[in-house]
């Protein structure tokens, strides 16, 4: 019996379970074109493509005030306020300070001019002098699109 306790125990030992220890496998990331990705993916391709410009002036132009102004855009249309429809918007200019936070509502007083009618173009009266003025690009509700849907120029204005 003393024979076969080594010989017991050897069995007992072959026959223990074995565990086997695995590496998890990396996330897998979903392909471009997965459902969930299409929203975010467009976001950043309005973003990206979206520009605003003042078409008839450029960075550091003199004008005589009351002066004409013109505002472009690219990759959205210009649709009157009232209705937030997607690809859409119009414009602000902004007289003094810059861009309105990506999501906040431009107001409305002397310096924020809303042209919420989809006007692209208008006639503006400043004082002699050199003002900013930045053309910023909202909804329907007039949240702003940001930094991507806003230009700032200066202007020097002659009486």
């Known amino acids: 019996m003393i024979r076969s306790l080594p010989l017991f125990l050897m069995l007992i030992a072959c026959g223990a379970e074995t565990v086997e220890t695995t590496t998890p496998a990396p996330p897998v990331e979903a392909p471009a074109d997965h459902p969930e990705e299409q929203p975010a993916q467009e976001e950043a391709q309005k973003e990206t493509t979206l520009k605003v410009s003042f078409v008839n002036l450029k960075d550091g132009d003199t004008v005589t005030s009351p002066f004409t102004i013109e505002m472009g855009v690219e990759g959205m249309k210009v649709q009157a306020a009232g ?42 009266e400043l004082e002699p002098g050199e003002h900013k003025l930045t053309l910023q690009f909202a909804d329907g509700n007039h949240s702003s699109y940001g930094e991507v849907g806003a230009t700032t120029i200066t202007i020097n204005v002659e009486k």
């Not at 429809?85 to 300070?97: A, L, R, S």
């Not at 990506?102 to 809303?114: L, N």
């Open 83 to 124: 209705q937030v429809v997607e690809g859409t918007g119009h414009h602000h200019i902004i007289i003094g300070p810059v861009g309105i936070e990506k999501g906040v509502a431009v107001p409305k007083d002397e310096t924020h001019i809303h042209f919420g009618k989809g006007q692209t173009k208008a006639q503006l």
